[in-house]
């Protein structure tokens, strides 16, 4: 445990004292210098880890212990109640998210256990990735769930690309035909990494492509994939994803975000953000994914979604290439076929980053607008 407050460290060693049912030993540390010097020494099985600490604050300290902590899973245990705090640090591997003042013996051993759990099944899947014959068979079968080509539509201009970073992806974008001749474009990323992301991202793609064949409402669709996807991610998996609805008759675009994000391109340069709309699936199974409103989609604008893998892309010096990099590259090269601009900005990610290892899946989708339309 990484906290420098006596009071909390007294309060979790009697919620522990409670609830534990087996021998164990908490390690206490006030600095995070110090709970890396522990962890290097071996024998720790999970780290409790304050985000307050004398030597680090914030998300930074979760940041640093992970690349230190040499695969010991961390469990936040930290007084910031802050969502998007929380589905930043789960993103980026933190096992669970616990706000003091919230957690009870119950959910502090559930975590920890879960945690543990968690490590030794990822290990495993880590030593099968670099072994076995399987996880190439999963790839190819993966593979074959992303579209090789992107619909034909009258007045637009689509494409989109996936550059995973191991074997199987968890990130998902799709183009799924609708009954009523509209097309569903679909970009997703599930939380984490490794085989049980990837099994997400199928059963999702599964339960959009057999929602669209009964429901048209962006919003529905998604409301009741919900349903199905948190009665099925019992470890704190979940998926931030859009799907945009794009009638070719009217040349309208209606959109439900669940915690994804998208851009709309002006020819004059202006960005206008396509924000959420609601939190990503599979948290809450009560939650409704409302529709934004209607965008009537003009010549020369440009619709682009891109995953977190664009944006978090790093360099040497651990700069990030950044939503706006990405925007400027679009707007710069707006003139270009929509596969084009996709190859170039994944080109860039790739100069940008100098050899850096590719820690996330890249993935971008552009909707172009054709001024002869």
Known sequence: MIEDDPDDVWVMRNLLGDRWDGPYELIQVEMLSAGIQRCRKGGIDVVLLDLALPDSQGLESFLVMQAS???????????????????????????????KGQVDDNVLVRSIRYAIERSRRHRAEQEL???????????????????????????????????????????YFDYIPMHDGCVGI?????????????????????????????????????????RTLAADTHDFHFVTLTLARLDPRNASLVYAGAGQRGYLLDPSGEVTILDSSSPPLGIDEEMVVPCAAEIVLEPGQIVAMFSDGVTEAEAADHRRFGAQRALDIIERYRRQPAREIVEILYEAICEFSQGHLQVDDITAVLVKAEPGR
């Not at 695969?71 to 616990?98: C, F, N, R, S, W």
């Not at 619909?151 to 996936?162: E, H, K, N, R, T």
């Not at 997703?188 to 199928?202: F, I, T």
């Open 129 to 171: 990735q670099a072994n076995s014959e399987e996880f190439r068979i999963a790839r190819e079968i993966q593979q074959k769930l992303f579209p090789d080509r992107a619909p034909s539509v009258p007045g637009f201009d689509i494409a989109g690309a996936l550059h995973p970073a191991r074997a199987t992806a968890g990130d």
């Open 69 to 99: 902590a040499g695969g010991v899973p961390i469990v936040v245990l930290t007084a910031y109640d802050d969502e998007q705090t929380a589905i930043t640090a789960v993103k980026a591997g933190a096992e669970d998210y616990l706000v």
């Open 186 to 226: 679909v970009l997703g990323d599930v939380s984490s990494h490794g085989m049980g992301p990837a099994l997400l991202m199928a059963e999702t793609r599964a339960c959009l492509r057999a929602l669209a064949q009964t429901y048209v409402d962006a919003g529905e669709i998604l409301t009741r994939a919900n």
